[in-house]
């Protein structure tokens, strides 16, 4: 059932109600992106906001962009884990995430919580919601969108602290950038919603087998 067409309106606007319904989305967070997601998905419903809005949208091309989404997602964590973070000073090894290493019994759960609450909760969130609310507020000249990109992206390296310190703020301001810059230029989700779950997933592979710091050093020994 949609929203009538006066609630759907006040849902859209920024109104005392649109914004704490966005401000009890943005908390919600706290719960995991996938309880986000589902309300972002109920906002969606009784606002009237298509899903076509939220960036979902079939691609012209699925299997290439399945493709091609993988093979950035992978390319992109070697880069970051090989060049940029070690130029910014970051441990070879991500403590947070260490106990994974050669702990085949908690392979599933994480690699479920990346793929549901990371690749499509966060995305769902940080790169069609706030695409979309940021767009109502701002317009859509070119100058707005690259301010959203930045907004989305500095927010997505915020949400990355409580975790995982300045390391990860600073890992996740650039695949922000990365996720942000394309969901800005395909205006459609699930391109980077593959480079995200590929991303994280070539990140816990490096984890699980003792690699990372072997591939931190390899151009910075």
Same mark, same amino acid.
């Given at each position: 059932?949609? $929203?009538?067409?006066?609630?759907?309106?006040?849902?859209?606007?920024?109104?005392?109600? #649109?914004?704490?319904?966005?401000?009890? @989305?943005?908390?919600?967070?706290?719960?995991?992106?996938?309880?986000?997601?589902?309300?972002?998905?109920? %906002?969606?419903?009784?606002?009237?906001?298509?899903?076509?809005?939220? *960036?979902?949208?079939?691609?012209?091309?699925?299997?290439?962009?399945?493709?091609?989404?993988?093979?950035?997602?992978?390319?992109?964590?070697? #880069?970051?884990?090989?060049?940029?973070?070690?130029?910014? *000073?970051?441990?070879?090894?991500?403590?947070?995430?260490? &106990?994974?290493?050669?702990?085949?019994?908690?392979?599933?759960?994480? @690699?479920?919580?990346?793929? @549901?609450?990371?690749?499509?909760? +966060? +995305?769902?969130?940080?790169?069609?919601?706030?695409?979309?609310?940021?767009?109502?507020?701002?317009?859509?000249?070119?100058?707005?969108?690259?301010?959203?990109?930045?907004?989305?992206?500095?927010?997505?390296?915020?949400?990355?602290?409580?975790?995982?310190?300045?390391?990860?703020? +600073?890992?996740?301001?650039?695949?922000?950038?990365?996720?942000? #810059?394309?969901?800005? %230029?395909?205006?459609?989700? %699930?391109?980077?919603?593959?480079?995200?779950?590929? &991303?994280?997933?070539?990140?816990?592979?490096?984890? &699980?087998? $003792? %690699?990372? +710091?072997?591939?931190?050093?390899?151009?910075?020994?």
């Amino acid at each position: 059932m949609t $929203g009538s067409p006066d609630t759907a309106q006040r849902l859209r606007q920024f109104g005392p109600l #649109g914004v704490v319904v966005m401000l009890a @989305i943005f908390a919600s967070s706290v719960l995991g992106f996938t309880v986000t997601a589902i309300l972002v998905f109920v %906002w969606a419903r009784h606002s009237n906001t298509p899903l076509l809005a939220l *960036g979902f949208k079939t691609p012209a091309h699925p299997a290439a962009t399945f493709i091609a989404g993988v093979a950035l997602g992978v390319t992109l964590k070697l #880069g970051l884990k090989s060049i940029a973070m070690p130029l910014l *000073g970051a441990p070879a090894v991500n403590q947070t995430y260490h &106990y994974v290493t050669g702990n085949a019994a908690a392979l599933p759960l994480l @690699i479920g919580t990346v793929l @549901i609450s990371a690749a499509f909760g +966060e +995305e769902v969130f940080f790169r069609g919601y706030l695409f979309e609310r940021l767009g109502a507020l701002l317009g859509a000249s070119r100058a707005a969108l690259f301010a959203t990109v930045l907004v989305t992206s500095g927010l997505f390296a915020l949400a990355h602290y409580q975790d995982q310190g300045l390391p990860g703020v +600073e890992q996740a301001s650039m695949t922000g950038l990365v996720l942000g #810059g394309i969901y800005a %230029w395909k205006k459609e989700i %699930w391109l980077p919603m593959i480079v995200h779950a590929a &991303y994280d997933l070539a990140a816990i592979l490096l984890i &699980y087998m $003792g %690699w990372e +710091e072997a591939v931190a050093r390899l151009l910075f020994p």
